[in-house]
């Protein structure tokens, strides 16, 4: 197989350069030396800059290529001899997607013969108008930061090439972002091994949107799932945990669900995952509510309790709890009352014996929350909101740009203990480092 691919490569003249082959790249510029004079005339006399001259030899290039495409169709030029069914039929200006901007060039023009004759689509023409990527490279400047009035703005001004209108950037955003939302609610579940599952809100423009978090058993996080709706919503909670238990995560397995005390969140994850899912109900919405309920003076004090009955066993730190709910009954009855409700699942870390490094980043639902500045990072740029479909694709991009620098976990050396109390069976390597 080797020596008739060798064979054909050498029939018809080609040769495969890998970039990194220097000798061979040396090669091909000195054999095109004669072609790159007029080129550095020009750059020697300062008539034009680098990155022009590129876009110069990728036109030449891109030319070239697209003469061999219809070559492959029409058969090689000859001159006063009769065409076959697809016949050269002149040129014309076109223009092909580079990563942000597109390039113009002189393009081969095809017709099939006959009096009824149409144009033929030349295929490295096609492919290279309608490149996907450059839809991904919009999508991805516009997350950063740069407005889509601005965007041909902050594009260097390279000969040959023309920028993309605001109505085209929009028009790019739209669909590559529509395409990153459901490439995110479409991904397989089935290998992913979590261990805990973080569920928590963000409103954009009035928006609710739900956003699902997992870690799996190497410490990993990664986005799960996005659905327009609050954590109060039982029917949009729902759809979000079913969809991924549809998308192949086993629901017959323990986890832990760290999550900020919703109602309708907590019933939906009960009914989905039954008496697999271990709840951690968020301390730190968990110690807002409470000191929110508190007079200024007495916040301090309240605080320090929590924060101490926290690092306890289950038992003697709801005690704790208790105590102190009941010192607070008689004059903040509603602080008292936040206290005690859910409390057992503000302790769900301690039954299940986790080690400090470990609660430090399971008892809250931060690591889920702080991708959420990204989110709202990318989302204030947006001026005019136009309905709930814009700003689900909106938060979407910014999560996907957050989960870019997504890292492991706090605690991840010991993760196999949380495994264990899922009764899971630790990962190999945390085997042999306990």
């Known amino acids: 197989m080797k020596d008739r691919n060798a064979g054909r490569k050498a029939k018809d003249g080609l040769r495969v350069v ?25 750059l020697e006399n300062a008539q034009a800059s680098v990155d022009e001259l590129m876009n110069e030899a990728a036109r030449a290039v891109v030319e070239e290529l697209l003469l061999a495409s219809a070559s492959k169709i029409a058969g090689a030029k000859h001159r006063g001899k009769a065409g076959g069914p697809v016949q050269w039929h002149g040129a014309q200006d076109g223009f092909i997607q580079l990563a942000e901007r597109k390039l113009r060039l002189t393009r081969p023009r095809l017709r099939s013969s006959g009096r009824a004759g149409k144009e033929v689509h030349v295929p490295a023409y096609d492919k290279l108008r309608d490149d996907a ?77 739900l956003a699902a978090l997992g870690v799996d058993e190497h410490g990993r996080k990664a986005m799960l799932g996005l659905s327009a709706g609050s954590s109060e919503n039982a029917q949009v909670v729902k759809a979000l945990l079913t969809g991924l238990r549809e998308r192949g995560l086993a629901v017959d397995r323990d986890y832990l669900f760290v999550i900020d005390g919703g109602k309708a969140l907590r019933s939906a994850i009960e ?10 109900r968020c301390r730190t919405h968990k110690l807002r509510n409470v000191l929110e309920a508190l007079p200024t003076q007495m916040r301090a004090q309240t605080k320090s309790v ?38 057992e699942e503000v302790f769900t870390v301690n039954t ?19 991708p959420n500045g990204i989110v709202r990072t990318t989302t204030n740029r947006v001026k005019r909101w136009r309905d709930q479909a814009m700003a689900l694709r909106w938060v979407a991009a910014g999560f996907l740009e957050a989960e870019k620098s997504f890292r492991r976990i706090i605690g991840v050396k010991d993760l196999w203990v949380l495994a264990v109390a899922l009764a899971r069976d630790p990962p190999r390597s945390a085997r042999r480092a306990a």
């Open 306 to 343: 929590m924060n101490a009955a926290y690092k306890l066993d289950a038992k003697r730190g709801m005690d704790k709890i208790r105590q102190q709910a009941k010192w607070l009954q008689a004059e903040h009855a509603d602080a008292a009352a936040s206290m005690l409700e859910g409390l």
């Open 271 to 280: 009914e989905v995952f039954g008496n697999h899912a271990k709840v951690q």
């Open 133 to 209: 990527r450059m839809g991904a490279r919009v999508r991805d400047i516009v997350v950063k930061g740069v407005s889509m009035r601005k965007y041909e703005a902050v594009l260097p001004e390279v000969a040959g090439t023309v920028g993309v209108s605001k109505s085209a950037v929009s028009r790019r955003f739209i669909e590559a972002s529509a395409a990153q939302l459901a490439a995110l609610n479409e991904r397989a579940l089935a290998d992913a091994a979590l261990l805990a599952i973080y569920i928590d809100g963000i409103i954009v423009d009035g928006t609710h949107v």
């Open 352 to 370: 299940l014996g986790l080690p400090p490094s470990l609660m430090r980043c399971l008892c809250t639902t931060n690591i889920i929350e702080n």
């Open 18 to 42: 890998h970039r990194n082959d220097r000798a061979a790249v040396r090669h091909l510029a000195q054999g095109s030396g004669q072609a790159l004079l007029p080129m550095l005339e020009l």
